[in-house]
Each structure stands twice: as structure tokens, then as C-alpha cells.
T-cell receptor, first 116, second 114 residues
Framework: EPEVTQTPSHQVTQMGQEVILRCVPISNHLYFYWYRQILGQKVEFLVSFYNNEISEKSEIFDDQFSVERPDGSNFTLKIRSTKLEDSAMYFC??????????????FGPGTRLLVL | DQQVKQNSPSLSVQEGRISILNCDYTNSMFDYFLWYKKYPAEGPTFLISISSIKDKNEDGRFTVFLNKSAKHLSLHIVPSQPGDSAVYFCAATRQMQGAQKLVFGQGTRLTINP
């Protein structure tokens, strides 16, 4: 069964450093997402990406964050200058298309980011 | 932002019995609801969904009920099995909104006791 994959599974970084989290969505999916879950809190939406551009972003997704689909398979989240409060589990998700209603988003296993 | 709420942080059920997980929402624009199951160190796994045009959707041992007037949905698992022990998240979205971002509840930790 196709699945969303994410690398790395864990990342430890120093405050102020740049990190890039990588995701390979399911191959025929067209909508891509990043969510995060700070320890003990809800899973929260960061950004959605469709047709090579951001379709929606939350207020969390400020200028320190960016997303890119550098090739036909990878989808990346970059945090330019990490802060302590960026420590969280980051989940990538994808779904097939925006044409039909009720489409399920499928999630990857997550990257645990720890900023020291 | 408490648009989706799961008021029970934990639930313990005996194996073979019914597990009922509850979820409330406040945004009347939500029209599609999903349940995800999550094991530690894994991503959320899709379980079952329901559109607002229905009041029930069933898939094997899992049934989701939607009460739109009460803005309430529930997930029934019957019979409960030890492998069902996990955190269950309710999520809601607006289907024709384009991005269809999911808004999650806080999760309910379900423990199935043998």
C-alpha cells in the first residue's frame, strides 16, 4: 500500500540553525500539507501546497518557514532560523486532488525536531 | 482555538466491549469529519470518515455517528481489541474550501484491557 515517507525521523539542531524536513508524498497525490504537534498539544495545520504554490497557511507559518517541491517526488519544509519553540513532531500529509469532496489526507510517520 | 474538542483525554475499556469516543465541534461550516488513530512515534492513521450529508458511516468494527444539530460525533468500536489501544483524534474540515485543512481535537487515549 502506498504511503507517505519522511526523513529524517529525528533531528536535533542548535537554535538559529536552518533545518530542512523532507517528505515523499504518495505518488498520484496532488495536495500536500505540513502539520506539527508540540508535545502534549493538538496536531495543528501549518501549510498546504498545490500546483507548486502555497494554497493556504496558518499564522504559525511565518517568514521563517518555507516549503518547496524541488522535484517530482519530494516536498520539503525549511525552517530558516530555528527557535526553541519550533521543537515539535512535524507531519507531512497528502491527498489525491481537490476536485472531489471528502478526500482523506494520509500522514507520514513524522520528524521529531528538537531545538537546543 | 477550540473548534474541535475531545473532552475525554483517556478511556479504558474491557476487551470485547464497545468503545465510544466523543468529539464536539463549534464551527458549523465543517462538513466532513475524520477519525485518525495514532500509535507512539508514528503518524496519524486514517480510520473512518463521514460527510455532513450522512448521520452514520460503518466500516467493519468501526462506526461513526454524526449529530449535526448537536455538533457532535462519536466513534464506536465493537468489539474492542487490545490492538485498538492508541490515541484517537477527531478532525474536521470544509470540503469545498480548496485546501481542506484539517482541524484536530486534542485526542483521546484509548486503553483496551484484556
Amino acid at each position: 500500500e502506498p504511503e507517505v515517507t519522511q526523513t529524517p525521523s529525528h533531528q536535533v539542531t542548535q537554535m538559529g540553525q536552518e533545518v530542512i524536513l523532507r517528505c515523499v508524498p504518495i505518488s498520484n497525490h496532488l495536495y500536500f500539507y505540513w502539520y506539527r504537534q508540540i508535545l502534549g498539544q493538538k496536531v495543528e495545520f501549518l501549510v498546504s501546497f498545490y500546483n507548486n504554490e502555497i494554497s493556504e497557511k496558518s499564522e504559525i507559518f511565518d517568514d521563517q518557514f518555507s516549503v518547496e517541491r524541488p522535484d517530482g517526488s519530494n516536498f520539503t519544509l525549511k525552517i530558516r532560523s530555528t527557535k526553541l519553540e519550533d521543537s515539535a513532531m512535524y507531519f507531512c500529509a497528502s491527498r489525491v486532488t481537490g476536485q472531489l469532496t471528502g478526500e482523506t489526507q494520509y500522514f507520514g510517520p513524522g520528524t521529531r525536531l528538537l531545538v537546543l | 482555538d477550540q473548534q474541535v474538542k475531545q473532552n475525554s483525554p483517556s478511556l479504558s475499556v474491557q476487551e470485547g466491549r464497545i468503545s465510544i469516543l466523543n468529539c464536539d465541534y463549534t464551527n458549523s461550516m465543517f462538513d466532513y469529519f475524520l477519525w485518525y488513530k495514532k500509535y507512539p512515534a508514528e503518524g496519524p492513521t486514517f480510520l473512518i470518515s463521514i460527510s455532513s450529508i450522512k448521520d452514520k458511516n460503518e466500516d467493519g468494527r468501526f462506526t461513526v455517528f454524526l449529530n449535526k444539530s448537536a455538533k457532535h460525533l462519536s466513534l464506536h468500536i465493537v468489539p474492542s481489541q487490545p490492538g485498538d489501544s492508541a490515541v484517537y483524534f477527531c478532525a474536521a474540515t470544509r470540503q469545498m474550501q480548496g485546501a481542506q485543512k484539517l482541524v484536530f481535537g486534542q485526542g483521546t487515549r484509548l486503553t483496551i484491557n484484556p
